[in-house]
């Protein structure tokens, strides 16, 4: 077979293909969205960042390294690079259908006249090509379905990232206002531990009753059990950060000890029309609901008539050069007419369009809770700042409670009691506002994931 012949019939089945110009393919239309000119929450404060990971905008190598250790070691984001891989591979196994299918065998025969009883055999390769003829875009519906279920799968990668650093993020603050607290509270048990002391010598002096001793002793023993209820909430939280990693123990490289309270990094939050650009999930949702519309065409263009060309050739017969001489005329054209099933026709037609509708019920319900996410985000934020600023003059006023108490009791004109109840209201107090600084962290990650994240690395 000369290179001439076989470049004869590769442009007889390319002109075959040419055919493919009844194409019955929708078009894809995105569907009228409500989207506001802009946020109804105040974003005051939030600038244009600096290029690269958004992330580093806290300012925190630790948590750099962290998030870096997280992406590498998570099985959540290897199964989700799998099932890329995977889809990409559905790709192109896909768009093998663009060219003939070939097969190729290797055959042997054997005759035996029964009256000379002279055998023969014959033996030779043979070669089989079949193609069908895309007449109405089924074939390229198919691709396109695979198409965009492989750039969807990219997405799911994109979100599972940011997933993963908006957990490796809360993960690591939680340990670090855990680290903070339980200093805390060991600052305080050593007050009471001091204030019982005093009472103790006070009630063996007779300046107070049983009553205040007992009273300073009940403190302490409560202190050393919420002090304890944080020791167990740390581990808890090392463990998440483990599985984070992709493990169940071992050490914890990147752990912090305290909370720190570093300037809030900067960030361009724009428009809700953005977030239809930047949001991978929101993203994959629409990707699928175009794969959903090429199901569609498939499904309805499966029920026109098909036609497949097929020729075959093998050493032991004339085949071959038949059908490189005259190759349209050699060519099998087998006509299917599926469309006859009409009520299998109808009710299949119906399930993809309902699909269709559901798919794109989905995709408007992603953006829109989307949306929302930013929204609440904003409002914390907004909110949550004015909070920090009451809280921190709280603790301030609880400060000077607590030292006038004490002033007093030393100074016998009260009992231990109000002394210990002022102790316990500077407690709450700090608290309550490292509780506040981490919830403001959070929120502004959060808002980041809101976003669909802004890093370009």
Not at 260 to 267: C, E, F
Not at 404 to 411: N, S, Y
Request: with cysteine; charged share 20%; proline share 4%.
């Amino acid at each position: 077979m000369t290179m001439h012949n076989l470049s004869r019939l590769g442009l007889c089945l390319a002109l075959a293909a040419g055919v493919s110009a009844c194409s019955q393919q929708s078009t894809y239309h995105r569907q009228d969205l409500a989207l506001a000119p802009s946020w109804q929450q105040p974003d005051d404060g939030l600038t244009p960042q600096q290029a690269g990971l958004w992330w580093q905008g806290f300012h925190d190598p630790a948590l750099d390294q962290l998030v870096e250790a997280v992406l590498a070691a998570n099985p959540d984001m290897q199964v989700t690079g799998l099932r890329l891989r995977s889809a990409l591979l559905g790709s192109d196994l896909a768009d093998t259908n663009l060219t003939p299918s070939v097969n190729a065998s290797l055959d042997a025969n054997g005759n035996k006249d029964l009256k000379t009883g002279k055998a023969t055999s014959t033996m030779g390769p043979s070669l089989n090509l079949s193609y069908e003829v895309d007449l109405w875009g089924r074939l390229a519906s198919v691709r396109d379905q695979a198409s965009w279920e492989a750039q969807a799968s990219a997405q799911d990668l994109a979100a599972t990232r940011l997933m993963l650093i908006g957990k490796a993020l809360e993960q690591y603050w939680q340990l670090a206002y855990l680290g903070s607290a339980i200093s805390l509270g060991e600052r305080q048990l050593a007050n009471y531990a001091r204030a019982e002391q005093l009472t103790q010598v006070k009630y063996q002096a007779g300046a107070v009753t049983r009553l205040d001793l007992v009273q300073a002793s009940q403190q302490k023993a409560g202190k050393q059990a919420e002090l304890s209820a944080f020791l167990v909430q740390q581990e808890q939280a090392r463990n998440g950060l483990r599985l984070l990693l992709g493990r169940s123990s071992g050490p914890l490289e990147f752990a912090p000890t305290a909370l720190t309270t570093a300037p809030a990094p900067s960030l361009a939050v724009g428009i809700p029309a953005d977030v239809l650009a930047r949001r991978p999930d929101v993203r994959a949702a629409e990707l699928r609901l175009r794969k959903t519309l090429a199901k569609e065409d498939e499904i309805r263009t499966s029920f026109y008539p098909t036609l497949s060309l097929t020729g075959g050739a093998s050493t032991t017969s004339d085949t071959l050069t038949q059908v490189l001489q005259n190759p349209v005329g050699t060519l099998g054209a087998t006509l299917a007419l599926p469309f006859l099933e009409y009520n299998k026709t109808r009710i299949s037609i119906a399930s993809s369009e309902l699909d269709y509708q559901i798919a794109e019920a989905e995709f408007r319900k992603q953006l829109y809770t989307a949306l929302v996410e930013v929204e609440d985000g904003l409002a914390a934020r907004h909110h949550g700042e004015q909070r920090l600023n009451y809280l921190a003059e709280q603790r301030v006023f609880a400060k000077e409670a607590e030292r006038l108490a004490k002033a007093r009791f030393q100074a016998g004109a009260t009992g231990v009691r109000d002394w210990l109840d002022e102790q316990n209201r500077l407690w709450d107090a700090e608290l309550a506002l490292l509780g506040q600084q981490q919830e403001q962290l959070n929120t502004m990650a959060r808002i980041y994931k809101a976003l669909g994240g802004s890093d370009r690395s």
